[in-house]
């Protein structure tokens, strides 16, 4: 018999990341996935407003929209949430180094429609840590910005009761390579560098204290080894208590819970034969969701042409009936937690926790995270892990289905349609947005905008809170890149280290070892014919933020006898075609995800070409469908490559006869 | 071979290098990395043509050196500003350490990311550089384009790959050498210990912001640098400095500039820039032929005084010296010659 209604779990809240183009488009795409039984709203933000840059910055050029919404002042905010109730709707936002900010715009829009700050819920991601490891989006150093963080929750705990105001992000560790044990002690680490902070900030008294423990939420990653997974959340849920217990006196157990959302690992899903990612995400969401006691609070899925490109609304909402599927025909909500007394499952949840005590241990002697951030030592341990995971998968030994074993495959129809399968943004977008942004600035009170600068500027240099201040600019019609740049002139900006800088000898897997002895011989056989060693820069042009490819490149090209350049992300053409000047590569290398392929690697060849370099290989890798590649290569571009091309060392041997070539060499042809 | 017909004609490159523009600057440092023989004949002339009088007069050459991690590269960010918002032009020759040979010998090049932070610049030039194993804290190269950059910007800085205790080469390329420091470290104390303090002119202990650790190195340094009394009137300054919240920096700067005043009115620049191209040669000739090379050409006392006979042409000279050596070998290598 199946369970009546009222025996069965809530479910989970189920949430689609979305967000493109412009408010109006993302507002109407936010009502229809309601109107499909969607329980709450995710947005993505275009990275201009997540790094604080207007829409008519120049850094923004070929961004503007393109990877999720655009919020320059409060009018698109306004237009954003048309017709959607905000003291009704659970709305999470990935917004982080300009957390506050869009904090503000929500808060700010609700005073204008006369509703209570105190009747929003939701989420801004706020955290900034992640974003110097993995995600890209930070500006401010790391001292100013866990103070915006602290402001952002003394703020809300006392006005915004419902939000959660930072979201512990372990997710995006794992999508930089991160093991299980990191991504739960470097969790950790940054929800104590939070709370001990906002201790610090001495706003909150010592009995309030715990509701801000409470406050706290995370956001984690499940991979496609689900057991291990499973295991990680309940391991998790032991370290909080523990933590919040011991080093927090939080002693109502009801605050020390885990609380936690889910968006699935995106990492190993794969542009090769891509209706598999279809299972790989049905049983990453078994992880988070088996055990009843480690369960998510809400969960976002990928699509199954996440490696291709952005997903069309059909795409979103076949994600999202997984998760119905898994609620509401399967009988998992039926039951207590079914994993409770296994004692295999206990054994794994205590080896997670023993290994992530270790690691928690050693970053605190490193004088906890931030200091471990700012000597490079966390992001160097991500990249080392990500280089173990793809050897393994170039030796065979992490098999992926389709990649790297079992490649025939028939046609698929999935992918035959016209349009690549993937979601294309409005490409008058950007255009449009700058007009509206240009209109905007026009119709406000200058004084009054001037006045509510000023009282940031006065906010943040005193230490004052700054939400007062920056609702009040949110009122005045600011704009986001005014906002950001205000900050930028007292806090100043920060670029954390690459991590590249990995030692060599330490690790033991290379690859296919015959392979890489191979490729060292012909990179300095190479060298010495054209007279000195090969030089490659490894460039990120644009606001994009996927470093994982650019820095595997790197390492693996230095592992086989380059010189290679890499100045880190978020660099402009034409600081890139000055690095290859000045450093007199051999081949320039370009890495970008972001969509803005076109724009960017035209802007850098021409800006090489500016420097007489119109002969110095450029080659491209990134999400980059077919039909741009063909483009790409017709500007000039050397070779294009996207996530089918998992094997590093045949590119390098690409790359090595590409010097070869261009400098009057014969090609040496594929590796043996 | 097509890559001999692209190499630049020298002259030609030389005087748009004096003439300041970047792309010839950039080509100029390609060829003088060149080990290819032609590229190394063309190397030469490309330095006897920028050469002259303002070689062992004009310019600064600063060597920055220390323990990895001290902030090297940060402090050479934080002295850049300064020196382009006083209008000085500057080129920078970022060292950073290889792999070893059997594993593969690459390099990461990963200074430029900390040096600069303006997007662009016209009067600031980075160019970055692998150690390729030779020992001592730079490469061999360094030494051709520090005067190349030399001959083109007001200031040439050198950084090097932080190893500590045997950087000594940077005493034989900087007009001025600084040390920078970091709070409290254990490399700091044992350098001081290990008696190379000699070297540096210049003591900058950086990360001052962490605070008291910070005047403590500096006070432990101060102790021991002016023992050394390497040149009568020279005061071995130490300042306490902090590239991430800049401050000191001026201050470390004026004593790089009285440090040059002070070569420069004791009628030393000139002769210790000569000294220290001398060192190289001789250096770079024991390094690729051996004591036995070296005897060949007469000893280092012929040597020096071969260079001294025309100081603007030492690259030239060596050169020769190199192919003085290399058919010798061959007439020694010849059936029936005798074998010493
Ligand atoms: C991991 C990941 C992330 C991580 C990035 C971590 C990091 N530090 O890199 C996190 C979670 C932080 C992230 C965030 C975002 N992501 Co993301 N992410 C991915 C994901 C899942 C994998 C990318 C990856 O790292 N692959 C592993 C590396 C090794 O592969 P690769 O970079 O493709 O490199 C290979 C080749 O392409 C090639 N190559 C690449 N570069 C180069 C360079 C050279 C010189 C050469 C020779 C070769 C080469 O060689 C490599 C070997 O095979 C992709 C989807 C997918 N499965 O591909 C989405 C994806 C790239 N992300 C996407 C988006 C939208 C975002 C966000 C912008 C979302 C938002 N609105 O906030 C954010 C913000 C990021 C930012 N600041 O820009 C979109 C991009 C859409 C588009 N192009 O149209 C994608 C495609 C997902 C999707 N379908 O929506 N992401
Ligand atoms: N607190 C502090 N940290 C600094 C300062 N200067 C550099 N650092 C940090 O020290 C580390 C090493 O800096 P880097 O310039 O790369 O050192 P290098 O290896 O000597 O070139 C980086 O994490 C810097 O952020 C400073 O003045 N104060
Ligand atoms: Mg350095």
Not at chain 2, 196 to 202: G, K, L, R
Not at chain 2, 327 to 336: D, M, T, V
């Amino acid at each position: 018999m199946p369970a009546a209604p009222k025996d069965r779990d809530q479910p989970w809240l189920m949430r689609t990341y979305s967000g493109h183009s412009s408010a109006k488009a993302s507002n109407e795409l936010y009502r229809t996935n309601l109107a499909k039984g969607q329980t709450g709203l995710s947005v993505a933000f275009d990275l201009p407003t997540q790094t604080g840059y207007d829409a008519d910055s120049p850094l923004a050029r070929g961004e503007v929209g393109k990877v999720g919404v655009p919020i320059s002042h409060i009018e698109d905010m306004d237009q954003l949430f048309a017709e959607i109730p905000l003291d009704k709707m659970n709305t999470s936002m990935t917004i982080n180094a300009t957390a506050a900010w869009l904090l503000s715009l929500y808060v700010g829009l609700a005073q204008r429609r006369g509703i209570a700050p105190s009747q929003l819920s939701g989420t801004t991601q706020n955290d900034i840590i992640k974003e110097y490891l993995s995600r890209g989006t930070y500006i401010y150093p790391p001292g100013p910005s866990m103070r915006l963080i602290a402001d952002t929750i003394n703020y809300t705990v006392k006005h915004v009761p419902k939000w959660n105001p930072t979201n512990v992000c372990s997710y995006h560790l794992q999508e930089a390579g991160a093991t299980p044990v990191q991504e739960l002690a470097y969790a950790l680490c940054t929800a104590m560098a939070v709370l001990d902070r906002v201790k610090a900030s001495g706003e909150i008294e010592a009995q309030a204290f715990p509701q801000v423990v409470e406050r706290i939420s995370f956001f984690v990653n499940a991979g496609i080894r689900f057991v291990e997974e499973c295991c990680k959340l309940r391991a998790f849920g032991e370290l909080w208590d523990q933590l919040t217990l011991t080093r927090y006196q939080v002693t109502d157990p009801k605050l020390r819970r885990f609380r936690y959302g889910v968006q699935v690992n995106s990492l190993g899903l794969t542009e090769a034969q891509p209706e598999n990612n279809v299972q790989r995400i049905v049983l990453e969401m078994l992880a988070v969701v088996l055990s009843k006691r480690a369960r998510a609070r809400a969960i976002q899925l990928p699509a199954w042409n996440e490696a291709m490109g952005l997903p069309r609304p059909w795409d979103q909402q076949w994600a999202l009936r997984m998760q119905q599927v898994m609620a509401f025909e399967t009988d998992l909500l039926e039951y207590g937690d079914i994993l409770d007394g296994s004692p295999v499952i206990a054994a794994k949840v205590s080896e997670l926790i023993e290994g992530a005590r270790r690691e928690i241990e050693n970053v605190e002697a490193q004088g906890g995270i931030i200091a471990a951030i700012e000597s490079g030592y966390i992001k160097r341990e991500l990249v080392g892990s990500h280089m173990d995971r793809l050897r393994a998968i170039e030796s065979g030994d992490l098999k992926i289905i389709g990649v790297n074993c079992f490649q025939e495959t028939a046609e698929s129809p999935l992918t035959l349609g016209g349009d690549g399968a993937i979601m294309k943004t409005d490409p008058a977008a950007e255009r449009e947005q700058i007009e509206r942004l240009q209109a905007h600035r026009r119709n406000r009170n200058d004084a009054e905008v001037r006045a509510a600068l000023q009282a940031l500027t006065d906010a943040a240099k005193s230490g004052e809170n700054v939400m007062p201040g920056s609702i009040r600019c949110a009122l005045a019609g600011v704009s986001t890149g005014e906002w950001g740049d205000t900050l930028r002139a007292v806090f100043g900006e920060f670029r954390p280290p690459t991590g590249i800088d990995i030692a060599i000898d330490s690790r033991q897997v290379l690859g296919k070892k015959d392979q890489v002895s191979e490729l060292r011989e012909r990179v300095a056989r190479t060298g010495n014919a054209i007279g000195r060693p090969l030089k490659l820069l490894v460039g990120k042009p644009g606001l994009d933020g996927h470093s994982n490819g650019a820095e595997q490149v790197a390492v693996k090209a230095r592992d086989v006898g380059f010189e290679v350049v890499y100045d880190g992300i978020r660099l402009t053409p034409q600081q890139i075609a000055q690095a290859a000047q000045e450093e007199g590569v051999h081949v320039v290398g370009l890495s970008i995800l972001s969509g803005s392929h076109m724009e960017l690697v035209e802007s850098v060849l021409q800006e090489l070409r500016s420097r007489d370099l119109a002969n110095l290989p450029v080659i491209a890798g990134g999400i980059i469908p077919r039909e741009d590649a063909e483009r790409l290569v017709a500007l000039g571009v050397r070779a294009v490559y996207t996530p089918k091309d998992f094997s590093l060392n045949a590119i390098m041997g690409d790359i090595v006869d590409l010097v070869r070539e261009c400098n009057g060499l014969e090609r040496l042809g594929l590796l043996h | 071979m097509t890559q001999i017909v692209d190499l630049p004609d020298p002259e030609q490159l030389a005087l748009r290098i004096l003439r300041r523009e970047r792309a010839a600057v950039a080509s100029g440092l390609n060829l003088l990395d060149n080990k290819l023989a032609e590229a190394r004949n063309r190397s030469a002339r490309l330095l006897a043509a920028l050469a002259g009088e303002h070689w062992l007069k004009d310019g600064h050459l600063i060597g920055i050196t220390g323990p990895p991690g001290a902030g090297k590269s940060s402090l050479v960010a934080a002295m850049i500003r300064e020196w382009r918002l006083s209008g000085r032009s500057v080129g920078v020759l970022a060292v950073d350490p290889s792999s070893r040979p059997e594993l593969g010998g690459g390099a990461l090049l990963g200074d430029r990311i900390r040096i600069k932070h303006a997007s662009y610049d016209e009067g600031l030039f980075i160019r970055s550089l692998a150690n390729r194993n030779q020992l001592g804290g730079v490469a061999n190269e360094v030494w051709p384009m520090s005067w190349l950059m030399l001959a083109c910007f007001d200031i040439v800085v050198i950084e090097t790959v932080g190893v500590g205790q045997t950087e000594i080469d940077i005493a034989e390329i900087g007009d001025t050498v600084c040390y920078v420091a970091q709070p409290a470290s254990g490399d700091t104390i044992q350098y001081l210990k290990s008696g190379i303090i000699e070297i540096p002119d210049i003591f900058a202990v950086n990360k001052a912001d962490l605070g008291a650790a910070a005047h403590k190195t500096a006070s432990e340094i101060g102790r021991s640098a002016p023992r050394q009394d390497r040149r009568e009137d020279w005061d071995y300054p130490v300042c306490l400095v902090s590239a991430t919240t800049h401050t000191g920096i001026t201050a470390m700067l004026e004593h790089c500039d009285r440090h040059r005043s002070f070569l420069a009115n004791a009628g030393w620049l000139d002769k210790l820039r000569l000294r220290h191209q001398r060192a190289w040669v001789v250096r770079l000739l024991k390094e690729e032929f051996g004591t036995f090379g070296l005897e060949l050409l007469g000893g280092r006392h012929l040597i020096g005084q071969r260079l001294s006979e025309n100081p603007s042409h030492q690259f030239a000279e060596y050169e020769r010296m190199r192919k003085h050596i290399f058919s010798r070998f061959i007439s020694i290598n010849q059936p029936g010659s005798p074998t010493t």
